[in-house]
């Protein structure tokens, strides 16, 4: 069984690429401090990967 992550988004979108907002809309993040559970996946990690210097990643 794959575990999950809660990924919270801790940097604003404002000034953010399309693609960025694009990514963060695919992961269901919305605003600052927003956080959501999601399968530990392959996608899910490349995701976060572009997007590692505005989030923030815990194992649940």
Do not use: C, N, W, Y
Request: aromatic share 2%.
């Amino acid at each position: 069984m794959a575990g999950k992550l809660k990924i919270t988004m801790v940097r604003s979108i404002i000034g953010r690429s399309r693609k960025q907002r694009e990514v963060l809309e695919g992961l269901g993040l919305r605003r600052m401090h927003h956080s959501v559970v999601r399968e530990d996946s392959p996608s899910v990690r490349g995701m976060v990967q572009k997007l590692a210097f505005m989030l923030r990643v815990e194992s649940v």
